[in-house]
């Protein structure tokens, strides 16, 4: 049967007919949708996890169960992962376990641009690169086997031109995979250094052998076309270059590492000159070199930012194209929706001129103008444990300034360990915990405090307010973000006191089915003219909502995109701002 | 038959992944090779977005090349802008729908939404189509199928019969819905019926 897949939908779906059964996983684009299809089938326990470590962790318990697992994430995910992923390529296997990351070239999301198949080469365990959706899917299944067969966890490296293109993919069925029975074995699962050093030994061996399958298997192969020149490729970057180049020859590397040497050795002697096509780092490269081989790669193919059939177009002739000039347009970056939660928390701190210790999520987003009230954003918990580094730096006095806002994914993805240090070591920094009852940013995900599985069953919900008690917090203040006045009073507050405080805002997503519904029954807001005093008020712009524009030197309310929040009702010194009731007639 | 490749952009919210989900769809019923490829996340949030769609007897590169593209289908006159570069100098074609989204720079008062959109596109476009979709979505009795008046205006440029198009429609839209899309879809084709 042939469908359209994007290359996650893909993974997910070959994952399934390999017989996974366990499947564990953070969110995080370009990866999330991974976890959501496995979710859908009946027969894959499929769990969100708080955060890359654990899903890494509970995926890896269960390979080591005998169940075929496979845990997944965006690239800076394995970074969280590390530990366990350093000590599992020592530990070893029982059954198939696949490791997806999904690598953001181009940073189209994320904070930096990583290329993950440095990380994989780092712990020792091989790297198949899929090129488009249906390699995505057979390499999940094959990955399996693969790991079974070599007692290795694999890493199948995805990167977001894979994970979010959809081509047509030939599925199959799910293969009948009985679960393993489970074996203690203290000499690989006991890594106290007497068992570590043989395993490492056990390592270097498994490395080798695992070169001589890269030698052979069908995942690598010779496209022969034109000898003068020869490009060895992986990837999206092979679907570039032969979009490119449709003549020259290709060795395609779909097993990147071990790089199989002697083929790319046998491949070379054949053409005239060498090439490597890869994106961000030379990691293909580097080894050819350190092979001796004579190769041209990173000189004309860049280095930083994702590749493009013109950037591979300009490698190889020098030249575009030819194409209309691009016009100079105003940009049109994301903006925080209409009636988010998350505007009110970031007005108000605009307003005590706090020094903010911002996260990563849609609350991000107020650094933009004209909400403008955040210092840093990092990465996932430096929030707290940050603004506790700058509080020892600054002193106690900054620290009647200093706040961390972090929402509540993220808070427990990595927050709570950065805010039991800050009642440990005597802090007195302001925690804000942003809880909008979902992880919005990567498309709203349940979490550890929903109360809901990623099935979709029933569960406990973490509570925040008992959370920062238990962790030592005396002083939590419970608000809702969309009172202006209480938020600001009650932040104003917190920071003050000369203890570690926390601020749990309250308030679900506009966009959760739930919320919707309830806004959707609610009148909108429209602004009377004559009542406005345009130019020199201009109060209800300080919120930086969307549905609000500024015409003919006055404030106006698009009606198609009100929520009917009123917050902007809140500022209007003139009652202007009213409900804009549907005249019956 | 040369591969073809359409753009089709717009803002974040407009329905853009759906319309390039449909076209990729009868593309493949058709009998193609399809990619489309579409960058999520922050561009959901009222960003702008854009969808690469390709299609032909066999299609290596999701992306299309600056130049090449056959048809800019744009949900958004500045939107249209945007990408211009990518149309085809010599025999590309923008169809283009009659609506602004204002840009919060723009709303906030900084910047200005331009109002020679239409002018700056014909200098570097031989066929710009400009189309009112949600006027024909009244007239099919559904606003919200304006995507759909635009994807039957693109039909007349590609090889995908008709009764393709249909049949994906049917599967592919909410049920409620399918009368609705199907009206949108002709008044759209027949637009161009000479
Ligand atoms: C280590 C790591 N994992 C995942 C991500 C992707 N990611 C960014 S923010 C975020 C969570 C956002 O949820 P929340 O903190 O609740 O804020 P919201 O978007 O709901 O406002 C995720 C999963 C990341 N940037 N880094
Ligand atoms: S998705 Fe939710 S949290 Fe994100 S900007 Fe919109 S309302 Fe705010
Ligand atoms: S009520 Fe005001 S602040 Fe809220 S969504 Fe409408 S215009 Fe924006």
């Given at each position: 049967m042939k469908m359209l897949l994007s290359g996650n939908e893909a993974v997910a779906r070959g994952a399934w007919e390999g017989g996974v059964l366990v499947s564990a996983a953070y969110p995080g684009t370009p990866s999330t949708e991974i976890l959501e299809n496995l979710a859908k089938y009946e027969e894959v326990r499929a769990e969100w996890s708080p955060n890359e470590k654990v899903a890494f962790e509970v995926a890896l318990g269960a390979a080591i169960g005998g169940a075929r697992a496979t845990v997944s994430m965006k690239h800076v995910g394995l970074n969280v992962a590390a530990d366990p992923l350093m000590s599992s390529a020592y530990s070893g296997i029982n059954a198939g376990f696949l490791i997806i990351s999904a690598d953001d070239p181009g940073m189209h999301s994320s904070q930096n641009e990583q290329d993950n198949r440095i990380l994989a080469k780092f712990a020792k365990i091989p790297v198949l690169e899929p090129s488009d959706s249906q390699e995505a899917h057979d390499f999940a299944k094959i990955g399996f086997r693969i790991s079974e067969e070599f007692d290795t966890p694999v890493l199948l490296r995805l990167t977001t031109r894979i994970s979010h293109t959809k081509c047509i993919v030939e599925v199959g069925e799910r293969e009948k995979v009985e679960v393993k029975p489970y074996n203690k074995a203290v000499h690989k699962y006991i890594l106290v250094p007497a068992h570590a050093r043989k395993r490492h030994v056990a390592v270097e061996e498994r490395l080798e052998r695992l070169r001589e399958f890269a030698e052979k298997t069908d995942l690598n192969r010779i496209e022969w076309g034109n000898p003068d020149i020869g490009i060895v490729t992986s990837g999206i970057a092979y679907q570039y270059a032969k979009e490119v180049m449709p003549e020259a020859s290709f060795l395609k590397l779909g097993f990147s590492w071990p790089t199989p040497i002697d083929l790319v050795k046998k491949f070379s002697s054949q053409v005239k000159k060498l090439y490597v096509v890869e994106e961000l780092e030379p990691f293909i490269e580097d080894a050819l070199r350190a092979a001796g081989l004579e190769v041209t790669g990173k000189e004309v193919v860049p280095r930083i930012n994702e590749l493009s059939p013109r950037r591979v177009r300009v490698a190889f002739t020098g030249k575009e194209l030819p194409h209309p000039e691009p016009e100079d347009v105003v940009s049109r970056p994301p903006v925080l929706c209409p009636g988010c939660p998350h505007i009110g928390i970031y007005w108000a701190l605009r307003r005590l001129r706090a020094t903010v210790m911002g996260d990563i999520g849609c609350y991000t987003l107020g650094f933009q103008e004209p909400l403008s009230a955040m210092d840093t954003c990092l990465e996932m918990g430096f929030s707290i444990s940050g603004a506790h580094g700058l509080e020892k730096a600054q002193g106690k006095k900054f620290a009647r300034k200093l706040v961390a806002t972090i929402g509540d994914s993220t808070f427990l993805h990595s927050g709570m360990t950065g805010l039991m240090d800050i009642v440990y070591n005597k802090g007195t920094s302001t925690v804000v915990i942003l809880d909008n009852r979902t992880t919005a940013m990567t498309g709203h995900q349940d979490?550890?405090?929903?109360?809901?599985?990623?099935?979709?069953?029933?569960?406990?919900?973490?509570?925040?307010?008992?959370?920062?008690?238990?962790?030592?917090?005396?002083?939590?203040?419970?608000?809702?973000?969309?009172?202006?006045?209480?938020?600001?009073?009650?932040?104003?507050?917190?920071?003050?006191?000369?203890?570690?405080?926390?601020?749990?805002?309250?308030?679900?997503?506009?966009?959760?089915?739930?919320?919707?519904?309830?806004?959707?029954?609610?009148p909108k807001k429209k602004i009377i003219p004559e009542k406005c005093k345009g130019e020199t008020c201009r109060n209800c712009l300080t919120i930086g909502c969307s549905a609000i524009y500024w015409k003919d030197g006055k404030a106006w309310i698009n009606p198609l995109l009100c929520v009917g929040c009123d917050l902007c009702q809140q500022l209007c010194p003139f009652g202007a701002i009213v409900e804009d009731v549907k005249d019956e007639n | 038959m040369k591969t073809k490749n359409i753009i089709i952009s717009g803002v974040g919210g407009q329905g853009i992944i759906l319309a390039s989900e449909l076209l990729s769809l009868a593309a493949m019923e058709a009998?193609?090779?399809?990619?489309?490829?579409?960058?999520?996340?922050?561009?959901?949030?009222?960003?702008?977005?854009?969808?690469?769609?390709?299609?032909?007897?066999?299609?290596?590169?999701?992306?299309?090349?600056?130049?090449?593209?056959?048809?800019?289908?744009?949900?958004?006159?500045?939107?249209?802008?945007?990408?211009?570069?990518?149309?085809?100098?010599?025999?590309?074609?923008c169809i283009v729908n009659d609506l602004e989204i204002i840009p919060v720079q723009v709303s906030q008062g900084k910047g200005e939404y331009p109002g020679d959109i239409m002018e700056r596109l014909k200098k570097k476009a031989s066929r710009v189509y400009l189309i009112d979709g949600v006027k024909y979505a009244l007239q099919a009795?559904?606003?919200?199928?304006?995507?759909?008046?635009?994807?039957?205006?693109?039909?007349?440029?590609?090889?995908?019969?008709?009764?393709?198009?249909?049949?994906?429609?049917?599967?592919?839209?909410p049920p409620k819905t399918i009368e609705a899309n199907l009206k949108a879809f002709w008044l759209g084709r027949d637009l161009f019926k000479d």
């Open positions: 979490h550890p405090a929903t109360g809901k599985t990623a099935k979709g069953e029933p569960t406990k919900a973490i509570d925040f307010k008992e959370l920062a008690h238990a962790i030592g917090v005396e002083k939590v203040f419970e608000i809702d973000p969309h009172n202006l006045k209480m938020t600001r009073k009650v932040l104003k507050e917190a920071m003050e006191l000369d203890e570690p405080t926390v601020v749990i805002a309250k308030r679900p997503c506009v966009l959760l089915k739930e919320e919707r519904k309830r806004l959707q029954a609610k | 009998g193609f090779d399809v990619k489309k490829s579409e960058v999520h996340g922050m561009s959901q949030r009222g960003g702008s977005v854009v969808s690469n769609v390709r299609f032909g007897e066999k299609v290596y590169s999701p992306l299309i090349e600056e130049g090449t593209a056959d048809v800019i289908l744009s949900f958004e006159k500045l939107e249209t802008l945007r990408w211009i570069h990518f149309l085809n100098p010599q025999s590309g074609v009795g559904n606003p919200r199928t304006a995507n759909t008046v635009l994807l039957g205006a693109l039909s007349n440029f590609l090889p995908i019969e008709p009764e393709i198009w249909e049949e994906t429609i049917k599967k592919r839209v």
